[in-house]
């Protein structure tokens, strides 16, 4: 499985910005497509993930009314939605798959990231 995030960029407070993740090679339904982000300084972590079959999404709670994740699997792409944002959002934005059951640990595919800046 390969992933390639893009659609990151310059953004003010309050305004937002939509990632994409294009998904190729052989993925399976029971597949989850995650988002994460690393910030300057600080560990990675989850965000927001979905499995590829039948849409169901889990949502960190930091960015939860904010930022939401959909797919379109005719283009294989998920997309991250940022509404609202911080600079506390700041960060590398990273997509990954994973084939297990953990929602936010253990994924095995990663893309190279994409760059968010959120001025104040």
């Known amino acids: 499985v390969q992933l390639q995030a893009s659609g990151g960029g310059l953004v003010q407070a309050g305004g937002s910005l939509r990632l994409s993740c294009a998904v190729s090679g052989r993925i399976f339904s029971r597949y989850r497509v995650g988002w994460f982000r690393q910030a300057p300084g600080k560990e990675r972590e989850f965000v927001v993930a979905?499995?590829?079959?039948?849409?169901?999404?889990y949502i960190a709670d930091s960015v939860k009314g904010r930022f939401t994740i959909s797919k379109d699997n005719a283009r294989n792409t998920v997309y991250l939605q940022m509404n609202n944002l911080k600079p506390e959002d700041t960060a590398v934005y990273y997509c990954?798959?994973?084939?297990?059951?953990?929602?936010?640990?253990?994924?095995?595919?990663w893309g190279q990231g994409t760059m968010v800046t959120v001025s104040s």
């Open positions: 990954a798959s994973t084939e297990g059951v953990n929602w936010t640990t253990n994924y095995n595919y």
């Open positions: 979905i499995r590829w079959s039948g849409g169901n999404t």
